[in-house]
């Protein structure tokens, strides 16, 4: 069991990026290290937090600042964001395993909603390390007022950037599975996605088809405790041995195709 390094690091910026989205970011601390695909358990006792640690991935690491991109979809992720800068968070991680880097001349990432948010990181890694590979996002909100700006982000980290809605309001109407044609099938990519489990299960559904045998998603489930005890996080497993498996500490990434969808 890897129950991560317990840090109470103050907040250093708080940036609001599109409707109910926005970035908390911290100061890394000597020592700090993680890797794309990893997630903490954070909450803030010292303020009176009203609920125990709650789950997200490392958004992106850069310099020596570090984030997490939120989406405030109930009582801890809107808290968060009232909290004043200075406010002390207490951080638990690195927790989980992260995404694997397999040398391709291809990354395709796509992205569900918040299921943006580990991609910043794993671009600036894989940029780093595979300096000639393409790096993909192809990325699906509900409506334009949803979707994150990338900014820098979009060519400095993503190669290419294809936007879906489901109301057409931005970019392609439709969802990020409608909008895999180009690449479906190309033996060089590596795959890695993130969002809603019917986004998932379609995702994962197409890409079996198509023959891709290089693919990550990471889950989402529900966490208490996010190192193995509280058993709240179970993920059904397709071969049925085990049964199920602790998305805490066998993923969050996980091969798809050894989830029972
Ligand atoms: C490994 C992991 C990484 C995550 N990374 C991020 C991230 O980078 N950014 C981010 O904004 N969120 C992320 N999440 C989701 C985030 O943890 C949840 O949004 C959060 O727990 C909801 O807490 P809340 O108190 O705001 O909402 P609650 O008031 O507890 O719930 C609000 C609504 O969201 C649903 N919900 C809550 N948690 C989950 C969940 N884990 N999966 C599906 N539905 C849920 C509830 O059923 C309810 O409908 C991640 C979750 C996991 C498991
Ligand atoms: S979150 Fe507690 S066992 Fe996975």
């Known amino acids: 069991m890897n129950p991560g390094a317990v840090r109470t690091l103050p907040l250093v910026e708080v940036e609001d990026v599109s409707k109910g989205t926005y970035w908390l970011r911290f100061h890394a601390p000597a020592g700090f290290a ?3 695909g990893h997630f903490f358990m954070l909450s803030s006792p010292e ?3 009203p609920f ?3 789950p997200l991935s490392i958004g992106d690491v850069h310099g020596e600042r570090f984030g997490f991109l939120v989406r405030a979809l109930g009582g801890a992720t809107a808290w968060f964001r009232t909290l004043p800068v200075g406010s002390p968070i207490r951080l638990v991680g690195p927790l989980g395993r992260p995404f694997l880097q397999p040398e391709r001349s ?3 990432m796509v992205a569900g909603g918040i299921g943006l948010a580990p991609f910043f990181y ?3 890694r894989l940029r780093a390390t595979q300096p000639g590979a393409r790096i993909e996002l192809r990325y699906g909100e509900r409506s334009a007022d949803a979707h994150a700006p990338l900014m820098e982000a979009e060519g400095e980290l993503f190669d290419v950037v294809e936007r879906f809605t489901d109301d057409g309001s931005l970019g392609a109407r439709g969802t990020v599975v409608d909008g895999l044609d180009d690449r479906l099938g190309d033996p060089n990519a590596a795959w890695y996605a993130c969002g809603p489990h019917a986004m998932l299960r379609a995702l994962a559904r197409r890409l079996d088809e198509a023959g891709a045998t290089d693919v ?3 889950l989402e489930e529900r966490m208490a405790c996010g190192f193995g005890v509280c058993q709240a996080c179970i993920v059904p497993n397709r071969s049925g041995k085990p049964r199920y498996r602790l998305l805490c ?3 969050p990434v996980l091969d798809p195709r050894e989830v029972a969808w």
Request: glycine residues 14%; proline residues 5%; aromatic residues 4%.
């Open 52 to 54: 125990l640690g709650r």
């Open 216 to 218: 990550q998603f990471s």
């Open 47 to 49: 303020n009176g937090a």
């Open 249 to 251: 500490m066998d993923g």
């Open 34 to 36: 993680c890797d794309p």
């Open 106 to 108: 291809v990354h395709c």
């Open 122 to 124: 794993l671009a600036r």
